[in-house]
């Protein structure tokens, strides 16, 4: 195969789940760039409606927007058969929704916790069990990208509920992959570092944030969710063909202190 066509999507039906904003609009961008059809999806479908036709006009592909709560098991099978009924089925599942509540362990309300857990992980294990399913049963393979973090191997005070929530989707990553094998499903695991989004702007963008970046990270800045492109369309696309139970870190360094 040519090195660059087995990067290439075209024909291919791709959800992102959370890709109304930050990483999972870079990635619903770079699939769309390399000719997969877009699902965008999210719990208020009206967040989604300006990504999905914002990727439509710059790149020509088709692109949707669906409401989809993943912590909701009701919600998962209908998006399913909507995203079917509309556009086929999904050959490329990247579970990005997520969401941070920093908390002290003796301030964290149960509540909390199980809000965390329920969307970084319940999350990617319900939607991936109803894709994966799809996948199986039509014997063509597919593709299945969890985003965790660098959170899952790094700890961080007032972070006990996202960091034990991307350690566990990082392992629920590699169990997939080791079950799914057989059916010629690669699941792989995305971990970034600090990316400028919705979810980080706050902490990066203020003094503290600015200096903790230069002090923490090797290249001395945040990500630009667009570069998140590259490896998202790589784990999606053929390239990646012997590749599973990965993990890939992107996160300028960081990690290697
Ligand atoms: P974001 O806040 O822009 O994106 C999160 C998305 O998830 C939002 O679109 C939100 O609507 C969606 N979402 C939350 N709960 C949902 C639910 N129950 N059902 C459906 N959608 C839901 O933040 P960002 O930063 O783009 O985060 C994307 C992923 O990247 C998350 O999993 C996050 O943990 C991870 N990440 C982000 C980093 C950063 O520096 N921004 C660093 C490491 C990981």
Redesign the pocket.
């Known amino acids: 195969m040519i090195a660059l066509s087995c990067f290439d999507l075209s024909g291919k039906v791709a959800v992102v789940?959370?890709?109304?904003?930050?990483?999972?609009?870079g990635i619903a961008q770079g699939l769309a760039e390399a000719g997969a059809s877009v699902v965008i999806?999210?719990?208020?479908r009206e967040?989604?409606t300006d990504a999905a036709s914002e990727i439509a006009d710059a790149t020509g592909a088709r692109s949707l927007a669906l409401a989809?709560?993943?912590?909701?098991a009701a919600s998962v099978d209908t998006f399913v058969d909507e995203t079917t009924a509309e556009l086929g089925s999904i050959d490329i599942l990247v579970n990005?929704?997520?969401?941070?509540e920093e908390q002290l362990i003796f301030e964290m309300a149960e509540e909390q916790w199980d809000r965390m857990l329920?969307?970084?992980v319940k999350?990617a294990f319900l939607l991936s069990k109803k894709v994966a399913a799809g996948m199986a049963n039509r014997a063509r393979g597919g593709k299945i990208i969890n985003?965790?973090?660098?959170?899952a191997y790094v700890a961080w005070p007032k972070m006990s509920a996202?960091c034990a929530s991307?350690a566990a989707c990082l392992q629920l990553t590699k169990v997939m992959a080791l079950e799914w094998a057989r059916y010629d499903i690669q699941v792989n695991a995305i971990?970034?570092?600090?990316?400028?989004?919705?979810?980080?702007r706050d902490f990066?963008t203020s003094d503290e944030g600015a200096r903790a970046v230069k002090a923490m990270i090797p290249m001395r800045r945040?990500?630009d969710?667009s570069e998140i492109k590259g490896l998202a369309v790589m784990l999606a696309s053929s390239a990646s063909s012997f590749i599973t139970g990965g993990e890939f870190t992107i996160d300028g360094g960081q990690s290697c202190r």
């Open positions: 789940t959370g890709g109304g904003s930050g990483i999972g609009r999806a999210s719990r208020r967040s989604c989809l709560d993943v912590t909701d990005n929704a997520g969401m941070i329920d969307t970084n999350g985003v965790a973090s660098i959170a996202y991307k971990l970034p570092g600090y990316f400028l989004t919705p979810m980080s990066v945040v990500a969710p």
